[in-house]
């Protein structure tokens, strides 16, 4: 029997969700909140939702649930450092929240869809965290007529939706550099200090005596 399967078959709180539940007890003491929680977990020991309820829901899912995302991604760092070797997602929702806003997202990336495909090119969704992103993705995912990926660096990231098999621009080459009729690279005349065209110079031309 495996270590999760010990940790979460038994029906009792496991020592992860034991973790976990001290933690954001503390948090939430020190944040002043009036807020509780309930903790479930999924039957193969791989999800630990934490339910917030109280008086305080509303400053909870307040500013696109900004708090909400904070406790999540402080817990699953706390997993992470506490237990490296366990693969266990981390969610913190409030009232069902979290269904709601994937709700929304899905709306959000099929309006921005039709958008792309009725111009016949690339749109943007505005910055989003892994979770958000990956929802979008999938949702995309479905429609054989456009592709999604993430730009930007850091946590947050953009996402380009785009019609499926637009070719990539092609940069322009740059440089004082070109071919001539026979294949090969030559240079453009340069210009000297007063605007014209200075004069090809032989490089074998032997100096006056």
Same mark, same amino acid.
């Given at each position: *029997?495996?270590?999760?399967?010990?940790?979460?078959? !038994?029906?009792?709180?496991?020592?992860?969700?034991?973790?976990?539940?001290? @933690?954001? +007890?503390? #948090?939430?003491?020190?944040?002043?909140? !009036?807020?509780?929680? &309930?903790?479930?977990?999924?039957?193969?020991?791989?999800? #630990?939702?934490?339910?917030?309820?109280?008086?305080?829901?509303?400053?909870?899912?307040?500013?696109?649930?900004?708090?909400?995302?904070?406790? +999540?991604?402080?817990?699953?760092? @706390?997993?992470?450092?506490?237990?490296?070797?366990?693969?266990?997602? #981390?969610?913190?929702?409030?009232?069902?929240?979290?269904?709601?806003?994937?709700?929304?997202?899905?709306?959000?990336?099929?309006?921005?869809?039709?958008?792309?495909?009725?111009?016949?090119?690339? @749109?943007?969704?505005?910055?989003?965290?892994?979770?958000?992103?990956?929802?979008?993705?999938?949702?995309?995912?479905?429609?054989? !007529? $456009?592709?999604?990926?993430? @730009?930007?660096?850091?946590?947050? =990231?953009?996402?380009?939706?785009?019609?499926?098999? *637009?070719?990539?621009?092609?940069?322009?080459?740059?440089?004082?550099? =070109?071919?001539?009729?026979?294949?090969?690279?030559?240079?453009?005349?340069?210009? &000297? $200090?007063?605007?014209?065209?200075? *004069?090809?110079?032989?490089?074998?031309?032997?100096?006056?005596?």
């Amino acid at each position: *029997m495996g270590f999760l399967s010990k940790i979460f078959g !038994s029906g009792k709180k496991s020592e992860i969700e034991t973790t976990l539940e001290e @933690v954001l +007890q503390k #948090v939430l003491n020190k944040s002043g909140l !009036s807020l509780s929680f &309930d903790i479930k977990a999924s039957s193969d020991g791989k999800e #630990v939702l934490f339910d917030l309820y109280g008086e305080d829901e509303e400053q909870a899912k307040d500013r696109e649930g900004m708090l909400l995302d904070a406790l +999540q991604l402080f817990l699953r760092r @706390v997993l992470q450092h506490k237990y490296p070797e366990q693969r266990v997602s #981390v969610i913190v929702d409030c009232d069902s929240f979290r269904e709601e806003a994937d709700q929304a997202l899905v709306e959000l990336a099929d309006k921005l869809k039709g958008i792309c495909l009725k111009k016949k090119k690339p @749109v943007y969704f505005r910055a989003f965290p892994p979770r958000e992103r990956k929802i979008i993705h999938q949702y995309l995912s479905e429609d054989e !007529s $456009v592709k999604s990926k993430s @730009v930007g660096d850091g946590l947050y =990231k953009k996402i380009k939706v785009f019609p499926a098999g *637009m070719k990539p621009r092609k940069r322009p080459t740059g440089g004082n550099n =070109k071919n001539d009729s026979e294949g090969n690279r030559t240079q453009r005349p340069k210009k &000297d $200090v007063d605007g014209n065209k200075a *004069m090809p110079t032989d490089d074998h031309q032997t100096p006056a005596s």
